[in-house]
């Protein structure tokens, strides 16, 4: 129950433990209880040594130091100082940026060699296309080459046989 809630707190949605018939009971009403019964209400801070509830000043990311030491308030568990609590957070946020960002870096460098790769590919299609015109091409060369010797035609100029009239 207190991970949820926990949880809750993180997202700004703590009210939602909240019940809506009664109201929750205050953190400074269970300053002489112990921080379990602090804790069960996710709003609330613990602090060892002066052993009181505190209501958690939502104003401000982190309780003031006038208030509780860090390395001994207590909030979400008893068992975890608040100092470890956002250092753990705070290592489990930059991994997670860290490995989206590697995420993006491989996606974007994958697709950057596969669109060298097609490239490449279409490139020598195309060189392929190119040479077997040119075959096509010289192949027709020669037919037409052949073509005019078989009727006497020079290839010299297309009209030589206007100049020459037998």
Known sequence: MSFISLVLLLFGLSSTLAQTTTPPPSCES???????????????LWCIPTKRCIT???KTILPPQSLCPLNEARWGLCSMNFQILIITLSVAGALLIIGLLV????CCKCENIGS?????????????????????KEELKIRHDEIRQKYGLSRASPYARFENPK
């Open 30 to 44: 269970k300053n002489s209880t112990s921080c379990e019964d602090c804790l069960s209400t996710a709003d609330c």
């Open 56 to 58: 958690y000043p939502s």
């Open 103 to 106: 995420c993006i870096f491989c």
């Open 116 to 136: 060298s790769r097609f490239e490449s590919r279409m490139n020598r299609q195309k060189d392929k296309r190119k040479t077997k015109q040119e075959e096509r």
